[in-house]
């Protein structure tokens, strides 16, 4: 009668075991790797449990996340060869019905395919544009901030030029002069959205490099380096990080405006590539309101989840913030 | 060999008004072992000289004279030679530990900082060394994964002490190590300072505008007023007997408990440090010196010898008319009484 009790199996050992969140940072048994583990989920939590009291960022991070779920499930949910002009598998200017939920283009293409593929290389430029102008902005913020001086005076005045230029008119002429990629895209905003952050990045150095932990760390007998990356960096981060998330949406916006130019990548779809064979079709005076929609819309969603997204993140990461709401 | 020599040290600001002397001519020795108090009153340029020891001023002071630590100038240093000596050859406990910690380290890490920027050690190596240094202090050692803020004023003292001692050094510099700190807290800190000190054979300069704390765990002392020395000696006796108006004013500030005289008649010292844009002839403690003569206007005195192993920059020294004032509380009783 006792086949089918599990005696067989020896007692599990004890020791392998997690010690469990009960332990807390003082259980003897815990190797440091482990509790380090523990009191990075314990801060994730924290972080989390901050974030989700905000409504407005809940909102921006369901719909960022949907828009990245589709940018990379795309491949499946459009097949490639309805996107193409001469095969196209509709009638012209037919409005949204079952088969063609928004319509299709003056091709007969599918205009949330369309959308559903260009979310791809918006979201794409976004992220990589942010990326290059933060990267920048952070570098040269910190070195003026740091060093101050000549060395200061010089990048800041770098700065300001980029500043009072036309960050359009720069684009658009980095983007005619080099070749037409979406990297061109990618570089050109890349170089003309850093100002801002340098900007912001310095003023914050300057208000870290006047605390006395700074200069500490000169009494023990840390480098220029070592204050910089040691120091100064983790303090300006949640600054750099906020920054990010908005500029993320006025990356979007930027590439959608180059593209509706007609500088981006013709044999791209994106948003404003979309656009802008919209306004060539003359969809705005035949009135094919499906065509022109959801490309803006779309834009617009996605800038607006990043907000939300930033302003809750700086809300979280801000103590002064937090305290309010 | 004195393991701190300090010649002539001069530090003067440029600013926008002109030359300012913070620090006009400072000589002080500590020998190996051994405990020196800076004293004077906020301005005088103690914490000037703190800093200028291991050359740590903003670019817009310009240094003068010599720092000899074991037989180096510092002045003189090599930008990478500087780096090494600084934190292992002479270390800080700054004031206000609340701000000298960076909020957004652990305090083990900060701790672990000096060593792993000095010596060529592991990473576990350091986090293990830097347990042992708050367990020396009087932390439990798991508390190195506590941030700042987590701490209460007097552990982040300790936090600065452990920092202190993480590189041993033969110097440790104290600015003020006790200001805002209640008075229980600032005498463990003092009483931990003394221990570690004498226990490593550590030397020591400790700064401070409470004569009976230096008084307390110092040997010899030197009062700083406008930029220099105008007294040094022996701890108990600059106390005890201060040979110079100004010592004697800083002194007598004290109220004494128990003494009802002191209560109902507090002593201060009236007017203000002079702007050391504009100092006074002669003299720079004579628009408040209550013995001022007329001489005192032409005579800029020096450190005059006042006894054995005293020296006072005043005139009546050298003409030995000062006498020593009514005998003080020794001062190990008078520091009791006061806490």
Redesign the interface.
């Known amino acids: 009668m006792s086949t089918t009790e599990p005696a067989a199996t020896p007692e599990p050992r004890p020791a392998p075991r997690s010690p469990g969140p009960v332990d807390g940072?003082?259980g003897a048994t815990a190797s440091?790797r482990r509790?380090a583990r523990q009191?990075r989920r314990r801060a994730l939590a924290r972080f989390w449990r901050d974030y989700r009291a905000n409504r407005a960022g809940l909102f921006g991070l369901a719909g960022l996340a949907l828009f990245v779920l589709v940018a990379l499930a795309a491949p499946w949910l459009v097949q490639p060869a309805d996107l193409s002009v001469t095969r196209a598998p509709g009638l012209p200017y037919q409005p949204p019905s079952l088969d063609y939920p928004l319509g299709t283009d003056n091709f007969g293409r599918s205009v949330l395919d369309l959308v559903i593929w260009g979310s791809r290389v918006s979201l794409l430029v976004g992220f990589l544009a942010t990326l290059v102008s933060v990267t920048l902005g952070a570098l040269i913020g910190i070195i003026a901030g740091h060093f101050g001086?000549a060395t200061g005076t010089v990048l800041m005045r770098v700065t300001d030029w980029f500043l009072v230029l036309p960050t359009l008119v720069l684009a658009i002429a980095l983007a005619t002069v080099l070749s037409r990629s979406v990297f061109t895209i990618i570089l050109a905003i890349g170089v003309t959205a850093w100002p801002t952050t340098a900007r912001l990045v310095r003023a914050q150095t300057l208000a870290v490099e006047a605390?006395?932990?700074i200069?500490?760390?000169?009494?023990?007998?840390?480098?220029h380096l070592?204050i910089m990356m040691?120091?100064v960096l983790?303090?300006v981060m949640p600054l750099v990080l906020a920054q990010t998330t908005l500029l993320v949406a006025s990356s979007i916006i930027m590439e959608s405006t180059l593209a509706f130019l007609g500088l981006g990548d013709p044999t791209t779809v994106s948003w404003g590539g979309v656009l802008q064979d919209a306004r060539n079709a003359g969809a705005v005076s035949s009135g094919v309101w499906w065509y022109l929609l959801p490309p803006g819309l779309a834009i617009a969603l996605v800038a607006l989840s990043f907000t939300l997204c930033g302003r809750a993140l700086e809300g979280v990461l801000n103590p002064r913030l937090r305290d309010r709401s | 060999m004195n393991y701190l020599e300090v010649n002539d040290l001069t530090v003067t600001y440029r600013t926008q008004g002109g030359p300012l002397p913070a620090v006009r001519g400072v000589d002080l020795t500590v020998e190996p072992g051994s405990k020196l108090g800076i004293a004077g009153e906020s301005g005088c340029g103690k914490s000037t000289v703190a800093l200028a020891l291991?050359r740590?001023l903003p670019?817009s002071a310009v240094l003068g004279g010599r720092v000899l630590l074991d037989g180096e100038d510092v002045l003189t240093m090599k930008w990478g030679r500087l780096?090494?000596?600084?934190?292992?050859g002479a270390?800080?406990v700054?004031q206000?530990a609340m701000?000298?910690?960076?909020?957004?380290?652990r305090i083990g890490d900060q701790i672990a900082?000096?060593i792993l920027?000095?010596g060529g050690v592991t990473r576990a190596e350091a986090?293990r060394r830097a347990g042992e240094l708050l367990e020396q202090v009087g932390l439990p050692a798991?508390r190195a994964?506590a941030y700042p803020h987590e701490l209460s004023g007097g552990q982040r003292q300790r936090v600065m002490i452990a920092?202190a001692l993480?590189?041993e050094p033969r110097l440790i510099v104290a600015d003020e190590p006790t200001t805002a700190l209640d008075v229980m807290i600032q005498a463990q800190i003092l009483r931990l300072i003394d221990r570690l000190i004498g226990d490593h054979g550590i030397s020591m300069v400790m700064i401070s505008h409470d004569l009976s704390v230096l008084a307390d765990t110092c040997d010899r002392l030197a009062v700083m007023y406008a930029g220099r020395v105008v007294e040094e000696g022996p701890a108990a006796e600059v106390f005890a007997a201060p040979r110079h108006p100004y010592g004697q004013a800083l002194g007598a500030a004290f109220p004494r408990i128990g003494d009802p005289a002191s209560r109902r008649n507090p002593r201060g010292l009236p007017g203000d440090p002079p702007d050391p844009a504009a100092l006074p002839s002669g003299c720079s403690f004579r628009p408040r010196c209550g013995v001022a003569e007329e001489r005192c206007a032409h005579v800029d005195p020096t450190l005059w010898p006042a006894g054995p192993g005293r020296r006072a920059a005043c005139v009546r020294v050298l003409d030995g008319t000062v006498e020593a004032p009514a005998a003080r509380t020794a001062p190990e009783t008078a520091v009791e009484e006061t806490r």
Do not use: D, Q
């Open positions: 940072p003082e440091p509790l009191r001086g605390r006395p932990y200069e500490r760390a000169r009494a023990l007998g840390g480098g070592h040691r120091h983790p303090n | 291991l740590l670019k780096r090494a000596v600084r934190w292992a270390s800080i700054f206000g701000h000298a910690l960076n909020a957004v380290h900082e000096p920027l000095h986090a798991a994964a920092m993480a590189c």
